[in-house]
């Protein structure tokens, strides 16, 4: 299992800084949201030539990138469609390999009963489905990312979605985190899917409490790994079992450290664990 690190607690740093941090702090990967690239090559900085260039000139490797759409709206199927091809393709040239897939906005916390979130995810599965297939037929791995405040929250939804679409074309990238605010074991999770976990994000956060319901800026509660409340042994233990996975991503949302503390404090707690704990 190699270490990545996530863009997002960098993401007030020029992306060159981000690099150098990684290749510092030793990890063997970097991961980008699709997002972020487009607003990159907008303003001139990187396109995606240019970023994996400059990845690759400090001996890494671009793991994955998250991509979001809005899959579950019937009249972006045509668009997303063509975002997916040029986008593989593109992935394809660079070497990326994988492709971490966000689930689109609102669901429970906009108010929707889970009922109407069901029949969103019924246009979801069809659209991303014959996406996901672009991917695949180049030679990238699709992963579902669950997320909370989004359409693919809970675990019915989770599953919803999972059960519907074969294993070939999609697996999946847990969240460590947002399978907890969802109210999940996040190690039971893992264990219930574990043959379709190649890709995972470890996130931690702080112990939380819900009004109405809801957990209210939760990004702020996220924390470096091991000072949390996510049993992170049992989790890596279950994912070293497998044999399966080629990437974990250290991720997290906000900190009032310096990032690079921040990283360097979870890129220690989960190399010694992966040592230590045994399958």
Request: charged content about 35%; glycine content about 4%; aromatic content about 12%.
């Given at each position: 299992m190699k270490l990545s690190i996530e863009r997002l607690i960098f993401i007030r740093r020029p992306v060159v800084e981000f690099l150098e941090c990684a290749?510092?702090?030793?990890?063997?990967?970097v991961e980008f949201a699709e997002f972020e690239l487009q607003r990159l090559t907008k303003d001139g900085g990187f396109d995606h030539s240019t970023l994996?260039?400059?990845?690759?000139?400090?001996?890494?490797?671009?793991?994955?990138?998250?991509?979001?759409?809005?899959?579950?709206?019937?009249?972006?199927?045509?668009?997303?469609l063509y975002q997916a091809a040029r986008l593989a393709e593109t992935y394809r040239r660079v070497g990326c390999e994988n492709v971490i897939i966000g689930p689109p906005g609102g669901g429970l916390s906009a108010g929707l009963s889970q009922d109407q979130v069901l029949q969103l995810l019924?246009?979801?599965?069809?659209?991303?489905?014959?996406?996901?297939?672009?991917?695949?037929?180049?030679g990238i791995k699709p992963s579902l990312h669950n997320h909370y405040d989004t359409l693919i929250e809970t675990?019915?939804?989770?599953?919803?979605?999972?059960?519907?679409?074969?294993?070939?074309?999609?697996?999946?990238?847990?969240?460590?985190a947002h399978l907890a605010l969802a109210g999940m074991?996040?190690?039971?999770?893992?264990?219930?899917?574990?043959?379709?976990?190649?890709?995972?994000?470890?996130?931690?956060?702080?112990?939380?409490?819900?009004?109405?319901?809801?957990?209210?800026?939760?990004y702020e509660l996220t924390t470096e790994l091991g000072s949390g409340i996510i049993d992170f042994p049992r989790i890596i233990s279950l994912l070293k079992y497998s044999g399966l996975v080629?990437?974990?991503?250290?991720?997290?949302?906000?900190?009032?450290?310096?990032?690079?503390?921040?990283?360097?404090?979870?890129?220690d707690y989960i190399t010694t664990l992966i040592k230590c704990v045994k399958s």
């Open positions: 290749k510092a702090l030793g990890f063997e990967g994996f260039h400059a990845v690759k000139n400090q001996g890494l490797t671009v793991s994955g990138i998250y991509w979001s759409a809005d899959f579950h709206k019937r009249e972006e199927r045509n668009n997303i019924d246009q979801l599965v069809k659209t991303l489905a014959e996406a996901l297939k672009v991917f695949v037929d180049n675990q019915t939804e989770l599953e919803y979605v999972l059960s519907r679409i074969e294993p070939e074309l999609l697996g999946f990238c847990p969240d460590t074991d996040p190690a039971k999770v893992i264990e219930r899917y574990l043959d379709r976990i190649t890709y995972a994000h470890l996130k931690d956060i702080k112990p939380f409490t819900k009004r109405a319901g809801r957990v209210e800026k939760w080629e990437w974990l991503v250290v991720e997290q949302d906000f900190s009032e450290k310096d990032p690079v503390y921040s990283a360097r404090e979870s890129r």
